[in-house]
């Protein structure tokens, strides 16, 4: 009962919302607050640290502590409880708390602080069920985020040059070339191309850790960074533009042929970061903030109702054997397709409020042909995937699945999607009149309108013809190309065989940890043992021989 009592003392500490009524009351005078610390002065330095807060921050930090909130409520009924869900759910705080460090701070030391906690402490969460696979996961998660940070690192070495690390006082001073290595680093952390293949790889951790950081945390901190950044990106910087709309593009196409639940979502994720990119560097970064808000209320109910799927049936993840859900989990299958309808840009819903409204906005900007093309071609591929899994949720066959132990009964993880359902729909509408987008007039004529609505059918009519075909009509190697991301991470595989198959002294070497920890140590006695047995049942000369020599070291 003390172990429930930590997780709910924590849910209600987050929920409170005091955050975002402080951010409407920011919105409305247009105020901003700088909070001024100094820790230490030694002669004449001074040692400050300061928190800045606007409506952004408080935005983001309010819709932050919600969701942080639900999963924690979650967790006490999909962990359960025990001495490793405390574990568990100490490592939950840590991230939540290394996540306020990089939202509320100017300063640029106290952000890579935060920066290198979500990067650490996702590592220790990614490798928490303590698998082969899990591990390599966190491997990679691990090893593609440090790579980021030495952008980062050299970012505040050089920032340091214009007199102070508090960003928001050089921000339109700062050289382009200074810029790209803090592009670089957040592109790393928000899984743009070609740093994306630790994203899916990231699932190993469990469910609730994902709904976390693929709604409002790990992946939205590059994102986040970028807009409090921002000083004219799409001046100089327009060619990144295409980054996120490659990105896109490759993650849609990849979930299509995708069998794997959580694998699927994390490749949503991973379009909708494009497309907060690719908005972001066409200089709407008001747009690319509201649909970063948006998709984290839905993307962490999309998540926790897979959770919900993985947890009754006997922690199954292929949605090949989804089928029919909808019989024995009526209530969570209609908020996990509310939560699809809303990454589709079903109207009305909170995804259609921010998607439209940047689609709109984009007919004004100064874009190609081709860019157009590839970019109705992705919304309407994220069509795909959504009905994909509404189909194998709704209206495919059972597959002889026993329903006996299935229950659709109140419990805290459906207290907690419920409360994210009425987010999913209502907090698009929401933030749109919050954030004054409702003022925007948009004038557009019926066909141009009408194109979105189009992109929609055109979506299910692709997929529709795609999954006509048969097996063979493409060849296993077109299947295998798309299953394995494009083998975008080929030196993935590259680490993992040789940290895994690299065989030395008669054993598999696993990592230099392992090898000079526990593992080795044991595969030290276990050859040294061998060598003792044979030893003693070799013949008498080498008993003789040990003999001699000792009396002579004796002597």
Same mark, same amino acid.
Do not use: K, N
């Given at each position: 009962m003390i172990k429930m009592n930590y997780y709910l003392c924590w849910f209600f500490f987050f929920f409170f919302f005091f955050f975002f009524f402080f951010g409407l009351y920011f919105s409305l005078i247009d105020y901003v607050v700088v909070f001024e610390y100094n820790l230490i002065s030694l002669n004449s330095v001074d040692f400050l640290y300061l928190i800045y807060l606007d409506k952004i921050c408080l935005f983001f930090i309010s819709v932050v502590l919600f969701i942080s909130s639900m999963v924690i409520l979650y967790s006490i009924d999909y962990m359960g409880l025990s001495v490793s869900s405390l574990r568990f759910f100490f490592l939950i705080l840590l991230f939540i708390f290394s996540m306020f460090l990089m939202i509320l701070s100017p300063n640029l030391l106290s952000i890579l602080v935060g920066w290198d906690g979500l990067g650490l402490i996702s590592y220790c969460l990614v490798i928490y069920y303590s698998s082969l696979s899990s591990y390599f996961a966190g491997l990679i998660t691990c090893l593609i985020n440090r790579l980021g940070d030495v952008g980062l690192l050299i970012f505040i070495s050089w920032s340091f040059s214009y007199g102070s690390w508090h960003f928001f006082l050089y921000n339109n001073y700062y050289s382009s070339y200074i810029v790209y290595l803090l592009i670089f680093s957040c592109f790393t952390k928000s899984a743009q191309v070609p740093f994306s293949c630790w994203l899916p790889a990231a699932m190993a951790a469990p469910t609730p850790v994902s709904a976390l950081v693929h709604s409002s945390t790990l992946v939205t901190a590059g994102v986040y960074l970028l807009i409090r950044f921002f000083m004219g990106l799409s001046s100089f910087f327009f060619f990144f533009f295409f980054f996120g709309l490659f990105t896109m593009f490759f993650s849609s196409f990849c979930a299509i042929f995708e069998f794997d639940l959580k694998s699927?979502?994390?490749? /949503?994720? +991973?379009?909708?970061?494009?497309?907060?990119? /690719?908005? +972001?560097?066409?200089?709407?970064?008001?747009? /690319?903030?509201?649909?970063?808000i948006s998709h984290a209320m839905f993307k962490s109910l999309l998540f926790l109702c897979a959770g919900i799927f993985i947890y009754y049936m006997g922690d199954n993840q292929d949605i090949r054997f989804m089928g029919s859900v909808c019989k024995f989990l009526p209530f969570t299958t209609s908020c996990f397709n509310i939560s699809s309808f809303a990454l589709c840009g079903v109207p009305f819903l909170s995804g259609f409020y921010s998607k439209d409204f940047i689609v709109d906005i984009y007919m004004f900007g100064v874009f190609n042909v081709f860019s157009f093309v590839v970019y109705y071609f992705c919304l309407g591929m994220t069509v795909i995937y959504s009905f994909r899994l509404f189909y194998y949720s709704m209206i495919y066959s059972s597959k002889f699945v026993c329903f006996s132990f299935m229950c659709d009964d109140l419990n805290l993880m459906k207290i907690s999607i419920y409360m994210l359902v009425f987010f999913s729909l209502f907090s698009g509408c929401l933030f749109m009149w919050v954030m004054d987008f409702d003022l925007d007039f948009v004038f557009l004529p019926m066909y141009i309108k009408l194109m979105s609505f189009f992109s929609f059918f055109f979506g299910l009519l692709f997929g529709f013809e795609l999954f006509g075909f048969s097996f063979y009509f493409f060849g296993i190697d077109f299947y295998i190309f798309n299953g394995y991301m494009w083998f975008m991470f080929g030196h993935s595989l590259y680490l993992y065989s040789f940290f895994y198959y690299l065989v030395n002294m008669g054993f598999s070497l696993m990592s230099w940890g392992e090898y000079y920890g526990g593992y080795g140590l044991s595969m030290f006695f276990y050859k040294f043992s061998d060598f003792l047995y044979l030893i003693s049942i070799n013949s008498l000369k080498i008993f003789l021989l040990s003999f001699f020599i000792w009396f002579f070291v004796m002597i």
């Open positions: 699927i979502i994390a490749f /949503s994720t +991973l379009s909708q970061l494009g497309l907060m990119i /690719s908005c +972001l560097f066409s200089g709407y970064v008001d747009l /690319s903030f509201f649909h970063l």
